[in-house]
């Protein structure tokens, strides 16, 4: 599935992803490909974001720090404050705070 993260300030990720899992406002949630449409409002803390081996964020320009673990280099976290996912048609795009 393709994920795009936009803040008030620019898209600071957009690549195919395998996973993605959000702070919803309901509890925790993770989409995978080929989710139901789905719009959600998110609270504060992490997007938890799987690469497939080898992937990596289509806009690198941007100088927006990731969270990584040492030994998941295909794991990124990014900290929001909240937003909004709307995931539809095998695309997410967040609107995080």
């Known amino acids: 599935m393709y994920l ?5 300030e620019a898209v600071v990720f957009k690549a195919e992803v395998e996973a993605v899992r959000v702070p919803g406002s ?3 949630f993770q989409m995978l490909n080929n ?5 959600s409002t998110l609270v504060e803390g992490e997007v ?3 690469l497939p081996a080898g992937g990596k964020n ?6 927006v720090k990731f969270r990584t673990e040492t ?6 976290y990014f900290a929001i404050k909240g937003g909004v996912i709307e995931m539809k048609d095998n695309k997410a ?3 995080a705070d």
């Open 93 to 95: 795009i967040i609107l």
């Open 4 to 8: 795009e993260i936009v803040t008030p």
């Open 48 to 50: 938890k974001i799987n």
């Open 58 to 63: 289509e806009d690198e320009s941007k100088k």
């Open 35 to 39: 989710h139901a449409p789905i719009v």
């Open 26 to 28: 309901e509890g925790e």
């Open 71 to 76: 030994n998941k280099p295909n794991v990124l």
